[in-house]
């Protein structure tokens, strides 16, 4: 079963809101509205002044010191005009630039968060599947297996049968396991029943098999991109697989191969559904997995795999974030790898619109 330890960025609170921006418009309006209320200020004295001179004309030489107060008065009012003017055009200029920094520093946080996410999603399919790799290099040893390609004969391949199945009924997360002999014949499956058309198989030019027998050793271990098994009902699976070797030896002689069908869609559905995202997030992202050429084999949205490529610009950085021609923005993550499992060149990708709606 697929699990993992979810990343400090998925534990912490849902990622930075509007707040600075908020704020930052705020500072405009309230500085906007001082300014209008000393523009309307200013529009009374200078009506004042305008009256004081009229008066002041009419009283004639007994008014001339009081015009010159008024004169006084209206020079510092257009004085007062010109300053409220330039205040409101440089607030507006500095508030402008505070709200571009602002947003660039959110989608700076917002990338990085979608980028942490996109590396704890790949990281969680990487520690999962070298278990996988650890599982089929352990049952290439078990002496049914052996046996029966080792001795064949329907004897053998009935108790590797069984010896597969009692496998099957504990690791529910493959679809079936199967042991071909040197020539690419299946000669025994865990699951005889629910696919019968495994048994008799020919996998000699199937990628898994050729792999297998070009392991080093009984160490060794090959794994295949996320394929549709027309034998497995057409399930997607994710192939591991090595050689059986004489006598379960690690340097034996190589008798035939076993490969193990990972039950691929719903186990990384598991993963890419189970990114924690905030509420606000969830109808606007798409979580996916895409393999070393940009197809994708999982998705939260269930759509496109193995159908669709998702054209990402990696820039040759193995984890980072970016602001997409749509608008919309994609953190990434390569597979690091995990203990003797290398990865195939995958990434963790998370696309996020503004919107409602990830396209």
């Known amino acids: 079963m697929l699990c993992g330890n979810a990343s400090a960025a998925q534990q912490e609170a849902a990622p930075m809101d509007n707040s ?38 009419r009283a004639g030489d007994a008014g001339r010191g009081f015009a010159v107060v008024a004169n006084e008065v209206n020079s510092i009012s257009r004085q007062v005009s010109v300053v409220a003017s330039e205040l409101r055009t440089e607030i507006g200029q500095l508030v402008d630039r505070m709200a571009t ?14 980028a942490d996410l996109a590396l704890n999603m790949i990281e969680i399919i990487d520690r999962n599947l070298y278990e996988r790799s650890c599982d089929v290099r352990w049952w290439a040893t078990d002496k049914a297996v052996v046996d029966c390609v080792a001795q064949p004969g329907t004897e053998a391949s009935a108790f590797a049968s069984s010896r597969l199945g009692v496998i099957l009924d504990s690791y529910t997360v493959y679809l079936d396991l199967w042991v071909a002999d040197r020539q690419g014949r299946v000669v025994a499956t865990g699951r005889p029943r629910r696919f019968p058309n495994a048994i008799g198989t020919n996998v000699a030019n199937e990628s898994w ?17 996320i394929t549709a098994n027309p034998t497995l ?7 591991y697989s090595t050689a059986v070797r004489r006598d379960g030896a690690v340097d034996g002689e190589i008798i035939g191969a076993m490969g193990i069908f990972f039950d691929w869609e719903p186990q990384a559905r598991a993963v890419t559904s189970g990114v924690r995202l905030d509420r606000s997030e969830e109808g606007r992202t798409r979580c996916l997995l895409v393999d070393a050429a940009g197809r994708i084999i999982s998705s939260s949205d269930g759509r ?5 490529t998702f054209p990402l610009e990696t820039h040759g950085k193995a984890m980072g974030h970016y602001v997409d021609k749509f608008g919309r923005l994609v953190g990434f993550a390569l597979t690091p790898g995990y203990e003797t499992y290398r990865g195939l060149g995958w ?7 503004g919107g409602e709606t990830a396209h």
């Open 20 to 57: 600075l921006i908020d704020l930052t418009r705020n500072v405009l309006d309230v500085a906007s509205q001082k300014v209008s209320a000393i523009e309307d200020i200013n529009r009374t004295t200078k009506m004042l002044a305008f009256n004081a001179l009229i008066e002041a004309g």
């Open 101 to 114: 920094v602002g947003e660039d520093l959110m989608v700076r946080f917002r990338g990085q968060r979608l």
């Open 209 to 225: 098999f050729r792999q297998a027998l070009s392991t080093r050793d009984g160490s060794d271990f090959t794994v295949v991109d």
């Open 233 to 239: 009902d057409g399930r997607t699976v994710a192939t």
């Open 304 to 308: 496109g795999q193995l159908s669709e």
């Open 347 to 353: 990434y963790g990708v998370i696309v996020q619109t």
